[in-house]
């Protein structure tokens, strides 16, 4: 099924934007009269006719609503430090988006290599994911941030749920497989904020920061894991456990 995305919707009427409306005309050679499909990232699949074209824009008709099947049993905020390679953070946003999150927010730490994001780049990977995974809920990828500026704010102070950080540094930690097991939901979801910090680790002051400001820290067990392989690993626990 070719997916496609917009929110610019105003009753049985929507447009795709210039960059969706090229890849439906250009690319995939759709015509006015041509029955598409498109999500509007909050969980709604619609089908559509492409009633005309005016300039680069493609205006649809929509014909059927509903909501689409990839509602989760758990509310998920990831805060990954980006990666020294870009790449291999942008692998992470496709997985996390494959999986299922809510938020990502990429974090600045004391020991990261890479302090600069544009988020622009990252949302067309996080909307090529969804595309292609057939997802309908678009996960909100936020600026990035100093860890001690994120630590602090009123986001994390509110959230209500588990809020995890992952470190190498010493100390005793709990599983995180057996936290999310015995997370207790809120509302009827799983609720979890899980950090993960850059390749030189988060630093003693940062950790102990992040447990002053009500975070546990766990352990993935013995492996040693890149940034992205401890990020998408910690999205694939709490996504089957909830399952369970």
């Known amino acids: ?22 890849h439906c005309l250009k690319v995939l050679r759709h ?25 680069k824009i493609c205006h649809l008709t929509i014909t059927d609503k509903k909501k689409w099947g990839d509602e989760r049993p758990y509310y998920l905020h990831i805060a990954v430090a980006p990666t020294k390679n870009l790449d291999r953070y942008e692998w992470f946003l496709e997985k996390a988006v494959e999986f299922g999150v809510d938020e ?17 780049r990252g949302e067309r990977v996080i909307m090529s994911a969804l595309k292609q995974s057939l997802k309908s809920v678009l996960p909100r990828l936020n600026q990035p ?7 602090k704010s009123e986001e994390v102070s509110a959230f209500e749920g588990a809020r995890l950080i992952g470190h190498c540094n010493d100390g005793e930690k709990r599983e995180l497989t057996t936290i999310i097991d015995n997370l207790a939901p809120v509302e009827g979801k799983k609720r979890a904020m899980i950090l993960i910090g850059p390749e030189g680790d988060f ?8 447990l002053k400001n009500g975070f546990r820290d766990f352990t993935m067990g013995e492996s040693r894991f890149r940034v992205e392989t401890a990020a998408v690993a910690a ?8 399952r369970r």
Do not use: W
Not at 104 to 113: A, D, L, M, R
Not at 203 to 210: D, G, Y
Not at 235 to 242: D, K, P, Q, R, V
């Open 31 to 55: 015509r006015p009269g041509d029955n598409i499909v498109f999500t509007d990232g909050c969980g709604y699949l619609y089908n559509a006719q492409i009633s005309y074209v005016t300039g």
């Open 1 to 22: 099924m070719e997916l496609f995305y917009t929110n610019n919707i105003s009753g049985a009427e929507a447009q795709l934007d210039e960059q969706e409306s090229t």
């Open 203 to 210: 630093s003693p002051a940062e950790v102990e920061l992040a």
């Open 145 to 151: 941030v100093e860890l001690s500026k994120f630590l």
């Open 235 to 242: 999205i694939s626990a709490i996504y089957f456990l909830s």
């Open 104 to 120: 990502i927010t990429p974090v600045i730490g004391e020991h990261s290599e890479r302090r600069i994001f544009k988020t622009e």
